[in-house]
């Protein structure tokens, strides 16, 4: 599904510079939360869900979530990675996925992520070692 208004995730994110890209993905840290870890994946073309993907899309779906779920357990000291998709916005297929430490408290934890506060903005020099590590580790494969 095409939209002729401009996307709104993609407008949102054009403070958060690419982690990684692949011929279908881009990865991005949020820019709207303080979790240092918390990462897109947003599908390079748009759609609004699986449904809508192409063989190809599907394909590397499982492996781009498998290697950021990786990278983040092996920079953030997770003891869960949730991911999710909502597409209520817009029909442009993204996936959070967002570590869970076991800082974070435990109304947050399970379903209650989704109630998390998005203030105050994480240090932007935490996202930017996070990212170096990232982009390293998906560049590795």
């Not at 690419?18 to 990865?27: G, K, M, Q, T």
């Not at 993907?53 to 290697?67: D, F, H, K, N, V």
């Not at 950021?68 to 997770?78: C, D, E, H, N, S």
């Not at 903005?121 to 170096?132: G, M, N, P, R, W």
């Amino acid at each position: 599904m095409q939209s002729k208004q401009p996307c709104p995730i993609c407008q949102r994110q054009k403070n958060s510079p690419a982690i990684f890209e692949s011929e279908d993905w881009l990865v991005r840290h949020s820019s709207e939360t303080n979790i240092v870890g918390y990462v897109l994946i947003e599908a390079k073309r748009h759609f609004l869900d699986m449904a809508e993907a192409t063989p190809a899309e599907c394909a590397s779906y499982g492996e781009i979530l498998q290697r950021v779920t990786k990278g983040i357990r092996r920079l953030v000291p997770a003891e869960r990675v949730y991911t999710f998709t909502l597409g209520e916005v817009v029909p442009h297929f993204h996936v959070h996925v967002i570590p869970r430490t076991s800082q974070m408290p435990r109304g947050y934890r399970g379903r209650g992520i989704l109630t998390y506060p998005l203030e105050p903005k994480a240090d932007s020099a935490l996202i930017e070692i996070f990212s170096d590590g990232m982009a390293k580790a998906l560049s590795k494969h």
